[in-house]
């Protein structure tokens, strides 16, 4: 196991807050996958810790790892900047580089923040899982820092092995930490996963729980 050495999964090529040009792809993939190897090792119960400032036992115990990174890319202008985005990862898939790609329009992003967004999801042939997201640079989500919207959007998702546990965590976590607060929950999904996200009110900082059956969850 190893400490993270950030807060957040995060591409320092999009540090400046705007999505990626078509040419800074291959480099900002190069980080996605640095990051995932990374996070995948990540000591869970020091990252709680870390996240919210106390990892109690009985929720720390319900974790079984990381199930996948979700990394923010910045803000779009155009929807066509995330196509080109999506093309991109294609021909990876198309290369052998990946397993699965899959699109959709961000649940999150337009209840919380008044703007659209954009997720994208894949795998990798070790079965690892990497999430990215944009938002349409747009309204009062303009008025936060770059930082921020980073933070927001960016998160680890953590494992447990059962829908009732993701239900308990969320529930822990919210009732036992006055700063944190459930934002979003999923139950059963199409696929048949459960899953939620916490947000942690003084940092900013968003983490989400999971119980994967199979599929991966749209956020």
């Known amino acids: 196991m190893t400490t993270a050495a950030h807060p957040h999964p995060c591409a320092h ?4 807050g705007t999505f990626p040009t078509g040419p800074e792809f291959p480099a ?4 996605l996958l640095a ?17 919210c400032g106390e990892s109690p036992a009985d929720v720390a115990a319900r974790f079984a790892g990381v199930n996948h990174i979700g990394v923010y890319l910045g803000d779009y202008a155009s929807d066509e900047e995330v196509f080109r985005w999506h093309s991109y990862l294609e021909d990876l898939k198309r290369d052998g580089e ?3 790609v899959e699109m959709g329009p961000s649940y999150i992003s337009p209840r919380q923040y008044g703007t659209p967004g954009w997720w994208l999801s894949v795998s990798l042939p070790d079965g690892r899982v990497i999430e990215t997201f944009t938002c349409r640079h747009f309204g009062a989500w303009t008025g936060r820092p770059a930082t921020e919207r980073r933070r927001l959007m960016s998160h680890v998702a953590l494992e447990v092995s059962t829908a009732e546990d993701v239900r308990e965590v969320l529930g822990g976590l919210e009732r036992g930490i006055a700063h944190v607060e459930a934002i979003a929950y999923t139950e059963a ?9 916490l947000r942690n009110n003084a940092t900013q900082s968003v983490l989400e729980i999971v119980h994967d059956a199979g599929g991966k969850e749209q956020v």
């Open 13 to 16: 090529r999009v540090e400046a």
């Open 28 to 31: 900002v993939w190069r980080e």
């Open 35 to 51: 990051e995932s190897a990374a996070w995948t090792e990540v000591d869970i119960a020091a990252y709680l810790r870390t996240w």
């Open 98 to 100: 990946l397993t699965r």
């Open 189 to 197: 999904d199409e696929v048949g996963h459960t899953y939620g996200h």
